[in-house]
């Protein structure tokens, strides 16, 4: 198992683990150097396309905690594993429910990813609502 990249050093460079395909979406893993992330291009003809995260309900760890159109018009949402229970390396803080978590791999972040993935190609839209909600299968 590939285990996620943690930079010893204070920085606030990203750097891309792995970018792969899925049916018709692009998605990445990214490490921050204290955690990883996971994002998920939205492709322009899907009905979220621009539409606020706040607003899109996916089973992912987490949940999304990222959104942004960036200056090539490409939408990607995304959310990270920085939880209470999840290994991340902040030098500043000495604290166990940090350095004694789970350190993701990049296999279960690429399973979790494809899952997302899964939930967003069967997602369906509440009329009454602007609220989209996935359909959880497992």
């Known amino acids: 198992m590939n285990e996620i990249y943690f930079e010893k050093k ?7 683990i792995f970018r ?5 979406f692009t998605f990445k893993v990214l490490s921050l150097g204290s955690h990883p992330t996971a994002y998920i291009l939205i492709p322009k003809k899907h009905m979220l396309f621009n539409v606020n995260y706040d607003n899109i309900h996916l089973n992912v760890h ?3 905690t990222y959104a942004n159109t960036e200056k ?7 959310w990270d594993y920085t939880h209470c229970g999840d ?4 030098p500043q803080i000495k ?3 940090l350095s004694d ?11 979790e990813c494809k899952k997302a993935i899964e939930q967003l190609i069967n997602l369906r839209k509440f ?12």
């Not at 978590?101 to 399973?111: A, L």
């Open 10 to 16: 204070e920085h606030k460079e990203s750097k891309e």
């Open 20 to 24: 792969g395909e899925h049916k018709e």
């Open 62 to 64: 987490g949940e999304l």
């Open 72 to 78: 090539d018009g490409n939408y990607w949402i995304g």
């Open 87 to 90: 290994y991340s390396y902040f």
């Open 95 to 97: 604290h166990s429910l």
């Open 101 to 111: 978590g789970k350190k993701w791999t990049k296999e279960e972040i690429i399973r």
């Open 127 to 138: 009329q009454k609502e602007e609220y989209y909600y996935a359909s959880i299968k497992d």
